[in-house]
């Protein structure tokens, strides 16, 4: 089974890139690279260009300056749907669910990339349609079993608590079946029980499917328990990198953080 | 009815007499799978030749923990089919509790559904003198166990099952046919009132005899679907459920789990229920929240439906005649509220409902009565196979516990003590000796 790695394969190379806003540098030559089956953690303070940085990995911006490739080819002009199709998902900051629709169909439309028949047969579904459309919801229920939501699925999305709310969106973004998956703070605003249930459902992701995960998060404490690499972004510079320990113990993390004593 | 007196027997008959015929079903990923009699025996047979393979034989005592899955049924058969004795844990004990058990009981070989219950299990690893290893059904989060030798699948040991049951074709049958009634099939932990759970020795003849009498006295059809949603460790489930279920080839259905359970009966809509008191007053307190809750017009429409039929079951318990009117209005009621009540509480084709393990109350059981659900009561304790009394449809009221099913025989004695004869009194409780009143035939209820 893929236990998370540190060393071999890298699964997504981010070399050099940049992203302007006018004269706002959000990321500036920023490089990293994620080991395959790793969870890497980006972290830094308010503003220090993680969630831009996720968002040229996505394909929502385009950089500047630079280039990412994931699994051997430059993806940095493609775009986001494209990307999808390549295996590169992602879970927003605020969740963007389906709220009249239940759980199940939202899961149900993250398989959309996968699903081959057009509108036409769609509407006729029969045969091969149908036999599509029993096969994606087998998909969809290993997820709802993964994930635990077996009593919800056919609760419409917007009237479930905040917490069950983001694990419908992880779900949503697992339907897709990605080989990268990037978590835009899972956690935020969710009490200590939720978290607890979202990180060991993230570990679950990474060491039973074997999803490599790049995640933004806040909860330093969760951070430090669940990743396997962090990178350390402060206004929009990479200052450090390294394992849980060696990023705590690095001194220009302390500073951005505490500040420095003169 | 069936002559087989062992439970491995009725198995093989089951088999021989009704192989398409559903056995036991079970919700996974959304879906109710349905495994036939020769299916389910075939699961049984693999998993008994793989412990066979391991050295499982007469004696010897398997553990069942976790919830009602059809891998749980088939373990605990395979053992019982070998001449073993099943020993269903609940399956949200304390670590502490199970280790007792698992001690108590010399269990050489655990069945545990998923992570947490292997979990639990292997925080008492160092503990337990007597096992030899553990089976799982779930294989989420058990890639870390991989490496374990104790510690296998349930797909690893029916594939040795296969295998061993190819080169030893009739060792099953062999094995079944050398079991005997007087051996035990089942240990069920009793806590009792004080002191550790006692381990209660159920024979097959226990197990068979007491689930024949519940058959000539109950309308149990081959058709018949029960739902599997009670503890695998409680009595009423080895009885009204698998035994009844081996005995009149009528099917066994295990929901998703505990969160979807209700929703999965209602799905279901099994023929007939035993149930706790505690699940009924839950189902009430439920509906009165939902009708409290309802606009005007539906409150007044099911207060005043559930007054008429309330009024009527009353009249018909004091004796007195039943006006034309009121039965009118019942009939209106039928369409307006029981029927739906009903249908949404999983009752919908429900021939009888029996509340056991403790009383119920007299509004509570009227309710339901009133609703038009056949509600009766079962007096039974697990010393004597979970059954001693039975109330008749006619004789349905919740001010007793009905009459001593034919056969089984109760007295008070002059301390107030209730002493029961039957073919259910049980052989014994494992280790403590002088508890077993088996020898006079009968056994005294300490408490009820």
């Known amino acids: 089974m893929p236990a998370a790695s540190t060393a071999g394969e890298v699964t997504l190379s981010v070399s050099g890139v940049s992203k302007y806003f006018g004269g706002v540098r959000a990321v500036d030559n920023v490089s990293v690279d ?99 459309e029993v096969r994606h919801r087998a998909r969809c229920e290993e997820i709802i079993d993964f994930l635990k939501l077996n009593d919800l699925r056919k609760q419409s999305t917007g009237a479930l608590a905040y917490g069950f709310q983001k694990r419908v969106e992880l779900g949503r973004a697992l339907a897709l079946e990605p080989d990268l998956l990037l978590l835009d703070e899972p956690m935020a605003g969710m009490n200590s029980e939720e978290k607890e249930d979202m990180a060991r459902y993230i570990l679950d992701v990474n060491e039973e499917l074997g999803t490599t995960i790049i995640l933004i998060e806040h909860d330093m404490g969760v951070v430090m ?8 972004l402060d206004q929009g510079t990479k200052i450090a990198e390294g394992t849980p320990a060696e990023v705590q113990a690095d001194p220009a993390v302390i500073a951005a953080y505490l500040g420095t004593s003169h | 009815m ?16 009704r192989p398409t015929k559903p056995a036991i079903r079970e919700k996974d990923l959304g879906i109710w799978r349905t495994y036939d009699w020769a299916e389910y025996t075939q699961n049984v047979r693999d998993f008994a030749m793989g412990l066979a393979k391991r ?16 891998r749980l049924y088939w373990a605990e058969l395979a053992a019982i089919s070998l001449g073993g004795t099943a020993v269903p844990v609940y399956q949200d004990a304390i670590a502490t ?15 545990a559904e998923d992570q947490e219950q292997v979990d639990k299990v292997l925080s008492l690893r160092d503990g337990l003198t007597g096992l030899e290893y553990l089976v799982y059904d779930d294989s989420r989060g058990m890639a870390e166990l991989e490496d374990d030798a104790a510690v296998l699948s349930f797909e690893e040991v029916q594939a040795d099952g296969v295998e061993y049951g190819r080169a030893n074709p009739t060792a099953f049958a062999d094995a079944v046919a050398k079991v005997k009634s007087t051996d035990i099939a089942l240990m069920a932990y009793t806590s009792g009132t004080t002191g550790n759970p006692k381990g209660v020795m159920l024979s097959h003849g226990n197990m068979v005899r007491t689930c ?63 149930a706790a008191p505690r699940s009924l007053e839950m189902v009430l307190s439920e509906i009165q929240v939902k009708a409290n809750d309802a606009s005007g017009i539906k409150r007044w429409v099911f207060n005043t439906f559930r007054d008429v039929a309330v009024d009527i079951e009353n009249r ?6 039943i006006s ?50 056949n509600l009766k009561q079962v007096y039974g304790s697990t010393e004597v196979s979970g059954l001693v009394t039975l109330q008749s449809d006619e004789m349905a009221s919740p001010d007793h516990v009905g009459k001593p099913c034919p056969g089984i025989e109760v007295r008070i004695d002059d301390n107030g003590e209730v002493l029961i004869k039957s073919e259910g009194v049980f052989q014994g409780s494992l280790k403590m000796a002088g508890s077993a009143l088996a020898t006079l035939g009968s056994w005294k209820a300490p408490d009820s």
Request: proline letters at 5%; one cysteine or more.
């Open chain 2, 212 to 274: 024949r009498t519940f058959l000539e006295n109950e309308d149990v059809r081959e058709s018949d679907d029960l739902f599997s949603y009670l503890p695998l460790a409680w009595v009423g489930e080895a009885i009204y459920s698998t035994t009844v279920s081996l005995m009149s080839g009528c099917s066994c259905n295990c929901p998703e789990g505990p969160e979807t359970f209700r929703r999965d009966g209602r799905e279901l809509g099994a023929t007939g229920f035993v």
């Open chain 2, 316 to 321: 018909k318990a004091e004796g007195l005649p």
């Open chain 2, 55 to 70: 050295g499982f034989g007469a004696g010897d005592k398997l553990c069942v923990a976790g919830n009602n899955r059809p």
């Open chain 1, 225 to 232: 328990d669940i990743s396997t690499r962090i990178a350390v």
């Open chain 2, 2 to 17: 069936t002559n087989a007196d062992t439970l491995g027997a009725l198995l093989l008959e089951n088999e021989r007499t």
């Open chain 1, 34 to 132: 994620i080991p395959k089956g790793s969870i890497f953690s980006i972290i830094g303070p308010n503003g220090a260009g993680k969630t831009s940085l996720v968002n040229m990995i996505s394909g929502f911006y385009t950089p500047n300056t630079g280039s990412i490739i994931f699994q051997g080819k430059d993806i940095t002009a493609l775009r986001p749907n494209e990307r999808a199709e390549r295996g590169i998902a992602r879970t927003f900051q605020n969740i963007a669910l389906f709220a009249g629709m239940n759980v199940l169909e939202n899961l149900m439309l993250g398989r959309h990339i996968h699903m081959k028949s057009n509108l036409l047969k769609a509407c006729l579904y029969w045969g091969p349609n149908q036999r599509e």
């Open chain 2, 97 to 111: 509790e199970l280790q007792y058990v698992l001690n108590n009981a010399d269990v050489k070989v655990i069945v």
């Open chain 2, 324 to 373: 034309l009117g009121a039965k009118l209005k019942r009939a209106i009621g039928e369409i307006l509220v029981y029927g739906p009540i009903r249908d949404q509480y999983a009752f919908r084709r429900a021939r009888w409902v029996y509340v056991g393990g403790a009383p119920l109350g007299p509004d509570s059981f009227r309710f339901f009565r009133a609703m038009g659900i």
